[in-house]
């Protein structure tokens, strides 16, 4: 079994984001990887500066690092009932150049929200946002993890046997979408 490559892209900044303790525990479900969490602090996106001084440092990185992965995991809060500004900018930037380093990438996407739908509109609103990237989304289990604070321990690992099972399935199957080349 090869060691696949895999990157992660939190859309929440916090150090202490539960939607970082997802991205860890499902890299921890997946088995064995390589892992890099992808950093997002980039400036936001100027077509003007775009043109005159080509693509910011960290966009760069961010693009290499996608397409350097075998797979990608998204995970996104829910800010005003969508995706954040800071996870929508840095695909905004991914986008930018040739080649297009989503096509045909496998990538499963979750979501952590306070309430009760624990982030499912904003990870509908993911899933769109990627379709004009061409990428390997896989379609379910959909993971959304509602009310944080009563589902993950002291350190960071998910409590409830639903989450753990519904993550499991959904890494599996990301293992399984990356073994199919």
């Known amino acids: 079994m090869s060691i696949h490559r895999l990157l992660g892209v939190c859309g929440a900044l916090r150090a202490e984001s539960?939607?970082?303790k997802?991205?860890?525990?499902?890299?921890?479900l997946y088995g064995p990887a390589h892992y890099e969490e992808a950093d997002l602090r980039l400036p936001l996106y100027d077509g003007d500066d775009e043109a005159a001084y080509g693509l910011p440092e960290g966009a760069a990185r961010l693009r290499e690092a996608i397409a350097a992965a075998d797979a990608v995991i998204i995970s996104t809060p829910?800010?005003?009932k969508g995706p954040s500004g800071v996870l929508k900018n840095a695909l905004d930037w991914a986008s930018r150049g040739k080649p297009n380093v989503w096509l045909d990438k496998p990538v499963a996407v979750m979501s952590v929200a306070a309430g009760r739908a624990g982030g499912e509109r904003a990870?509908?609103?993911l899933r769109q946002?990627?379709?004009p990237f061409r990428p390997r989304i896989l379609q379910g289990p959909e993971m959304h993890l509602a009310k944080p604070d009563e589902n993950f321990d002291a350190?960071?690992?998910l409590t409830s046997d639903l989450y753990?099972?519904?993550?499991?399935?959904?890494?599996e199957r990301l293992r399984a979408e990356v073994g199919r080349g």
């Open 123 to 125: 990870q509908s609103m």
């Open 155 to 157: 350190e960071g690992r």
């Open 22 to 28: 997802l991205l860890a525990e499902a890299v921890r």
């Open 18 to 20: 539960t939607n970082r």
């Open 164 to 171: 753990v099972t519904t993550l499991t399935e959904l890494m």
């Open 78 to 80: 829910e800010y005003n």
């Open 129 to 131: 946002m990627m379709v």
